[in-house]
Structure formats: C-alpha cells, structure tokens
C-alpha cells in the first residue's frame, strides 16, 4: 500500500539510516505502516471517489455523444470491466495510480468502441 510521509522521520535500512522527507510517498504493508500511522508520521494515499468517477463519467459521456452503445456486451467488455473496478477500489485504497485507472478506462472505452464497429459492419448487410 502506498502512503506518504507527513513529518520527516528516520529510518534503518540494510543500507544504513535514511531520512524520509515530508511528501515522499512510500510503499509499506499495512502492518508494517500502523504503528507510523497512528504516530502521524505517515498517510494512506488514496484517489478520492469523486475523482474517479468525474473521469469514468466523461469517457461514458464522450462515448454516448459520438453514439456509442455503453450498453454492448462482450465477454473481453465484462473482463475489461471486471478489471476497471478492481482498479478502481485499488484506487480508493492507494494500492493503484490514476494512472493505472486511466489506462484501464480508457481500454474500456476503446473495447465498446469495436463492438459498436462490429455491430454496426453486421448491420450494413
């Protein structure tokens, strides 16, 4: 999990001492983190639920203005979507970057965009 530092603090690592500077982010287990936690040393990072769905809601705006069906089904969709909100509770529990939730939308988006294609190339006929 990700959390970042508050307060400058020092720390013993096989390489010797190091200092932890105010907004560092590090990676810590939750076990390992706690007793940091509580002290107030450190925070978990985590991207806010609003932010996330603020984007998700664009990408499904912008599909539906260009006349996308959000409503298409494929099993490589559920899959995609299956994975979109895992990376979206990863997110909201710092395990996961907006960058990892953009990429991920984004492969959603792009996924009902080819089964519009498909479905619209058997229509033609």
Not at 23 to 46: C, M, P, Q, W
């Amino acid at each position: 999990m990700n959390f970042q530092v508050l307060k400058n603090f020092t720390v013993n690592t096989p390489q010797g001492e190091k200092i932890l500077q105010a907004g560092d982010i590090i990676a810590l287990s939750e076990d390992k983190a706690k007793a940091l936690v509580d002290k107030g040393k450190i925070e978990a990072v985590s991207i806010k639920w609003n932010t996330l769905s603020s984007i998700h809601l664009q990408t499904a705006r912008e599909l539906a203005e260009a006349g996308q069906n959000l409503r298409l089904y494929s099993q490589e969709i559920a899959a995609i979507e299956n994975r979109l909100n895992e990376t979206w509770l990863d997110c909201l529990h710092g395990e996961a970057t907006l960058d990892d939730f953009n990429a991920i939308n984004q492969l959603w988006a792009n996924a009902i965009r080819a089964a519009g294609k498909q479905v619209n190339s058997l229509c033609a006929f």
